[in-house]
């Protein structure tokens, strides 16, 4: 069945460090690929998203390129913030359904 | 605001008393969900709705039950709790069968279970 691997956490980072969160999947057909970011006690927030192969969803200077050959979606950002410290998860739908598949999240937090 | 609420937002019961978690969109979305959150599982559907009195079950559905009989509303019901139900629980909505459709999530309800 589908599924999505990602990094565990916490992943901890100075201010203004690189960061990546690795992520892969499992699936059939052409899935949609989502990074969801849950900041503390609150709901999930649609971070980016890519539909196909070789796109690159970007948001906040957050990044990621959906990498079929690959099968990998991983996040990226330059330079990091203490306001970016939060819960990342990783998420696909298939392309016949709404559900969501999630990994497990990583949770990141950066220091001053 | 386009938002999905949920109510309530922390509720601790007793095994066995039935409670109910309600979940309302102003989106006018037809597909609404509910996944419950636990620590190195990430999120897992319960179950989901693709419109009115269309209901199905998720990956774990056991213990529970929903109803949707009008398109806003999709509550989650535990007719009988049970201490491995103590979770993180989300409701989601979206409009169905768009490729890459956004999910707007309520903001959770931290239910334990005693």
């Known amino acids: 069945g589908n599924s999505v691997t990602q990094m565990e956490g916490p992943v901890t980072l100075s201010e203004e460090a690189f960061l990546t969160i690795n992520c892969t999947y499992t699936a059939t057909g052409y899935p949609s690929l989502f990074w969801y970011v849950q900041y503390p006690g609150e709901g999930l927030q649609l971070l980016l998203k890519a539909t196909k192969a070789d796109d690159k969803g970007s948001n906040k200077g957050f990044e990621a390129t959906y990498r079929k050959e690959t099968t990998s979606f991983h996040l990226e950002k330059g330079s990091v913030q203490v306001s970016d410290s939060a819960v990342y998860f990783c998420a696909l739908s298939s392309y016949n359904t709404d559900k969501l598949i999630f990994g497990t999240g990583t949770r990141l937090q950066v220091f001053p | 605001e386009a938002q999905v609420t949920q109510n309530p937002r922390y509720l601790i019961t007793v095994t066995g008393k039935k409670l109910t978690v309600t979940c309302s969109q102003n989106m006018n979305h037809e597909y609404m969900s509910w996944y419950r959150q636990d620590p190195g599982l990430g999120l897992r559907q319960i179950y989901y709705s693709m419109n009115v009195e269309v209901t199905d079950k998720g990956d774990v559905p056991e213990g529970y039950k929903v109803s949707r009989k009008e398109k806003r509303n999709f509550p989650l019901i535990l007719e009988s709790p049970s201490p491995n139900q103590t979770s993180l629980y989300f409701c989601?909505?979206?409009?169905?069968?768009?490729?890459?459709?956004?999910?707007?999530f309520g903001p959770g309800t931290r239910l334990t279970v005693l």
């Open positions: 989601a909505s979206s409009f169905p069968g768009l490729a890459g459709a956004e999910q707007f």
